[in-house]
């Protein structure tokens, strides 16, 4: 199983939104550029819009 490193790791609330962000340093040939990330955009109490 590769590693993952957190580079960036953070969640903020505005109004009735969640955006939650992170980015990781990996060795998993799974991201051959080295990086893996995710953007979550959703609704506090709610579902999640982008993901």
């Given amino acids: 199983m590769a590693s993952y490193t957190t580079v960036v790791e953070w969640t903020d ?9 992170t980015i ?4 998993d ?9 995710a953007l979550r955009l959703g ?3 709610g ?3 982008l993901r």
Wanted: glycine share 8%; no cysteine; aromatic share 14%.
């Fill in 13 to 21: 609330v505005e109004d009735d939104y969640v955006v939650d962000v």
């Fill in 24 to 27: 990781r340093r990996t060795e």
């Fill in 29 to 37: 040939d799974t991201y051959p550029s080295g990086w893996s990330y």
């Fill in 43 to 45: 609704e506090v109490g």
């Fill in 47 to 49: 579902e999640t819009i």
